[in-house]
């Protein structure tokens, strides 16, 4: 007699298990052909799965003439089970099932969206800037084989790109590099999966503001870090909650984008930069510093958590707001011994970034164009911002929201549930707040594309007298 219970293989999912021990009775002669299996309900309780694992797994081995089933009767091996012996089919397909987010389905609808655009769509959901805004580098002249022979590459990377960061007054700040590694990676969500990957382990815990970006990233998920969110308010950051949050769950690492957050533009004050420091040091957290819009204010005075606290923290940046996210170029500036190891990890995974794009980039920060560009995209932005906020608050007053400094986007909230399918109608793109660990009240708007064109698009689209 079968002992069901105890012979399942330990293979997850258990669907598959189900699916390789009956294989295996079958080439045994446990079962033979025309033999009644037991009840779904049976198999269920012996093997401490739902029966929906169990319907998987038969539905599965009749879909491949293993079994069949007989209305009224039950299931039964087939008379003649294609099985090849001793043979064990890998499932590739239960690989390449992905796990289905609310973020996931919102991208999908946005993709549609943007895929059947015919030139009248407003895409406030975009995450960068729109080509018209990124500064003009002009042509990019590139001799190969001068490149090949007299290539200046540091372990850090380009050389001549390392030396232009470590003098730029934005980009060096008040921070005494002698005691940093200011290393060149691939880019914002790069480097924060090289430090996560290079720090922690599967299991650790991370604290993030909500609602935060760092909601909508799925390297947590990758790596197996559980990750706990503190409220991000009017830029108020509940401390207290911080500190429970650090004690109750272990938490090895701060991720915070204190200026200009996406999603809310929030502008984390001196008073709850200091605060936080304080909390961090105190309980031996170390921080990681998003800063890719600091770039992006002419008023913005602030010192950013590296500077208040540089041995604290790791500083994460990219010209991806600037340049487009194809330019795939940022930088680190770490303690010196926790940048030594990021380096060895970076190698080793050979995730250092082209050297032809550190190049480009390098070139663009040396043009005498630059800061005037910088400032006048700043400008451009700002304006945009204010031009979009008149129109939200003449046409739909009860959205609320808070201009902020700089940055790219509009964080409302308002009281319709179903405010993104409502916009999607009108052709208006929006980032729903679910996605940042928000509600379904809440969205953001990238002001960035709204030229004058998209502005008057916008007004007539919200003017409910239009409607």
Same mark, same amino acid.
């Given at each position: 007699m079968i002992n069901w219970s105890n012979n399942l293989p330990d293979i997850k999912p258990k669907y598959l298990a189900i699916i390789q021990l009956i294989k295996t009775l079958i080439q045994n002669d446990e079962l033979i052909p025309g033999q009644r299996l037991p009840s779904e309900r049976s198999l269920a309780r012996w093997f401490s799965v739902d029966r929906s694992t169990v319907n998987r797994a038969l539905s599965e081995l009749a879909a491949q003439g293993i079994i069949f089933k007989k209305m009224g009767s039950g299931t039964f091996i087939a008379e003649t089970p294609t099985l090849k012996p001793q043979t064990i089919s890998i499932n590739w397909q239960s690989l390449l099932e992905p796990v289905t987010t609310q973020k996931d389905n919102i991208e999908d609808q946005l993709m549609q969206a943007r895929i059947l655009n015919k030139g009248e769509l407003i895409d406030g959901a975009a995450d960068e800037s729109p080509a018209d805004l990124i500064p003009d580098i002009g042509s990019f002249n590139f001799d190969w084989e001068k490149h090949l022979e007299n290539h200046k590459y540091a372990s850090t990377g380009y050389q001549p790109l390392i030396d232009t960061l470590g003098h730029h007054p934005q980009i060096k700040q008040n921070i005494d590099l002698a005691q940093? +590694? $200011?290393?060149?990676?691939?880019? @914002?969500?790069?480097?924060?999966?090289?430090?996560? !990957?290079? /720090? #922690?382990?599967? *299991?650790?815990?991370?604290?993030?503001?909500?609602?935060?970006?760092?909601?909508?990233?799925?390297?947590?998920?990758?790596?197996?870090?559980?990750?706990?969110?503190?409220?991000?308010?009017?830029?108020?950051?509940?401390?207290?909650?911080?500190?429970?949050?650090?004690?109750?769950?272990?938490?090895?690492?701060?991720?915070?984008?204190?200026?200009?957050?996406?999603?809310?533009?929030?502008?984390?004050?001196?008073?709850?930069?200091?605060?936080?420091?304080?909390?961090?040091?105190?309980?031996?957290?170390?921080?990681?510093?998003?800063?890719?819009?600091?770039?992006?204010?002419?008023?913005?005075?602030?010192? +950013? $958590?590296?500077?208040?606290?540089? @041995?604290?923290?790791?500083?994460?940046?990219?010209? !991806?707001? /600037? #340049?487009?996210? *194809?330019?795939?170029?940022?930088?680190?500036?770490?303690?010196?011994?926790?940048?030594?190891?990021?380096?060895?990890?970076?190698?080793?995974?050979?995730?250092?970034?082209?050297?032809?794009?550190?190049?480009?980039?390098?070139?663009?920060?040396?043009?005498?164009?630059?800061?005037?560009?910088?400032?006048?995209?700043?400008?451009?932005?700002?304006?945009?911002?204010?031009?979009?906020?008149?129109?939200?608050?003449?046409?739909?007053?009860?959205?609320?929201?808070?201009?902020?400094?700089?940055?790219?986007?509009?964080?409302?909230?308002?009281?319709?549930g179903d405010i993104f399918n409502q916009l999607l109608e009108k052709n208006i793109l929006v980032k729903p707040g679910g996605i940042y660990g928000s509600d379904k009240f809440s969205f953001r708007f990238n002001v960035a594309r709204m030229n004058e064109t998209r502005l008057q698009q916008l007004k007539d689209r919200l003017d409910t007298k239009k409607a």
């Open positions: 940093q +590694t $200011l290393m060149v990676s691939g880019g @914002a969500a790069q480097s924060l999966l090289l430090v996560l !990957s290079s /720090l #922690l382990s599967a *299991g650790d815990a991370v604290a993030f503001a909500t609602p935060s970006y760092f909601n909508a990233t799925a390297v947590f998920q990758t790596l197996s870090i559980r990750t706990f969110a503190v409220p991000l308010n009017y830029s108020n950051f509940d401390i207290d909650q911080l500190e429970d949050t650090i004690v109750k769950h272990r938490i090895k690492l701060l991720l915070l984008n204190p200026t200009f957050e996406n999603p809310t533009g929030e502008t984390l004050t001196l008073s709850q930069r200091k605060q936080i420091l304080g909390v961090c040091q105190q309980y031996q957290v170390a921080v990681i510093e998003d800063d890719v819009f600091g770039w992006l204010s002419t008023t913005n005075n602030l010192p +950013t $958590l590296k500077e208040l606290a540089p @041995a604290n923290v790791i500083y994460i940046s990219s010209m !991806s707001k /600037l #340049l487009g996210k *194809g330019t795939r170029i940022g930088w680190i500036i770490a303690p010196q011994a926790i940048g030594q190891h990021l380096l060895q990890v970076q190698s080793k995974l050979d995730m250092i970034p082209s050297m032809l794009a550190q190049e480009m980039v390098n070139m663009v920060i040396n043009r005498t164009s630059f800061l005037p560009e910088l400032n006048q995209l700043t400008n451009t932005l700002e304006k945009r911002c204010n031009d979009v906020a008149k129109i939200f608050h003449e046409y739909r007053p009860d959205w609320q929201f808070d201009i902020p400094a700089g940055g790219f986007y509009l964080w409302v909230t308002q009281s319709d």
